[in-house]
């Protein structure tokens, strides 16, 4: 499994290799049942569903609020708890969005290898290979990331002996006895894990289909830039290359219209949450936190970046990939071919012109300028909470 991060030892490999991460991920927790899934599988995915989608994102939200007026928790508690929260709020949606639409992106498999069946160079199949192997590095990435976090969350609590998150659980007192303290420390080290594991799935599949789909992208301009130059090809092999060039671009296109409406609402939820989540991490860091818990909130702030951040760059670098395509179909030697090569390539040429930009629920543009002005945003939000006089106040 390792070699599809490292990328040693693949030769050859498929665009759809790009997604095994991802779709064993999704086997893990419980939302893309194997073909031959049994009782227990079922139970599996109903308990940890339920406590990860339902239950975690209510019981997280109220009981941080309910022990912070009770005076359970210090301030410093709650807002490392209200951080984490804010992000469940969009988990449901983003868990419902992709689980409604695996079907969906399983179907797109079959057209990404006619796509792959058409390149025999050996430097177009490196670019696959490295689209394969870059896909499932993404996923990995994500993981390690998120698991850095949770491994600097829960360690400090745990030689305090204290309860990682002490989530509330409703007619549950973790101080009753040492058998509840245990429990307590069970369920909050599950309910984090699998959280986060959810978490890695939903915010990287978007940066693997984009990047794989910018490939393809890629390899069709290389492809269209070497029109008419082989001299060994008649000018109706030329055209039926050019012909076939025109569709795999319709395919292109194809795959974007199945995909953008999935990562448009996830994205979108990320997007209205991540910067209330950011300001509330500054401000436990800045004003708050102790050394450890600072530590800890770097690096949740750095994931709440990084939920958003690779499939905004991506989506940017397909918008460039696209643009590249129109100059290709110019560049290409269609002066030396015939009139019916012309009349396709003008064809061809009127719908390239447009230029491909992915968009958050028909309201905001997926790319960096986008991530940036929302990152400034919350860096706004929290210099209006600075002058209001909290950071004295503590």
């Known amino acids: 499994m390792f070699e599809l991060i490292t990328g040693r030892g693949i030769r050859n490999a498929a665009s759809k290799d790009a997604f095994i991460y991802f779709f064993k991920g999704c086997t893990i927790v419980g939302i893309s049942p194997p073909k031959y899934a049994g009782p227990l599988y079922y139970m599996w995915s109903f308990l940890v569903n339920t406590i990860c989608i339902v239950i975690g994102p209510i019981t997280a939200t109220v009981g941080f609020v309910i022990k912070y007026m009770q005076n359970i928790i210090t301030t410093v508690q709650f807002l490392s708890g209200l951080q984490a929260s804010l992000n469940l709020i969009g988990l449901p949606v983003k868990c419902l969005t992709v689980t409604s639409a695996l079907n969906r992106l399983r ?98 599949y978007g940066s693997v289909y984009i990047y794989v789909i910018s490939t393809h992208l890629q390899l069709l301009v290389r492809r269209v830039g070497r029109l008419g130059t082989d001299a060994t090809k008649s000018k109706d092999d030329n055209l039926n290359e050019l012909v076939d060039c025109v569709v795999t671009h319709q395919q292109i296109l194809e795959l974007l219209a199945t995909i953008e409406p999935i990562i448009s609402k996830t994205i979108f939820t990320q997007f209205l949450i991540i910067s209330s989540i950011l300001c509330v991490t500054m401000v436990n860091m800045f004003f708050f936190a102790d050394r450890s818990t600072q530590i800890a909130s770097t690096l949740y702030f750095l994931c709440v970046l990084l939920q958003t951040s690779p499939c905004c760059y991506f989506a940017t670098e397909l918008k460039a990939d696209s643009e590249k395509l129109p100059l290709a179909i110019f560049h290409c030697n269609w002066p030396e071919q015939d009139r019916r090569f012309r009349k396709v390539i003008l064809y061809f040429m009127h719908h390239a012109q447009l230029s491909i930009e992915l968009m958050a629920m028909q309201l905001f543009p997926i790319n960096v300028a986008t991530n940036i002005s929302l990152a400034k945003f919350s860096f706004t939000l929290f210099t209006f909470i600075k002058e209001m006089g909290i950071g004295q106040e503590a």
């Open 107 to 204: 179907g797109m498999e079959p057209t990404l290898a006619a796509l792959d069946a058409r390149y025999t160079r050996p430097e177009d199949m490196a670019l696959i290979r490295k689209a394969a192997v870059m896909g499932n590095r993404l996923v990995f990435f994500f993981g390690m990331s998120y698991l850095m976090y949770m491994l600097f969350t829960v360690i400090p609590p745990l030689i305090n002996g204290k309860a990682p998150l002490s989530v509330w659980i409703p007619f549950y007192d973790e101080h009753q006895s040492t058998m509840h303290f245990f429990g307590q420390i069970v369920y909050d080290l599950f309910l984090m894990g699998f959280v986060l594991f959810h978490q890695v799935l939903y915010d990287s």
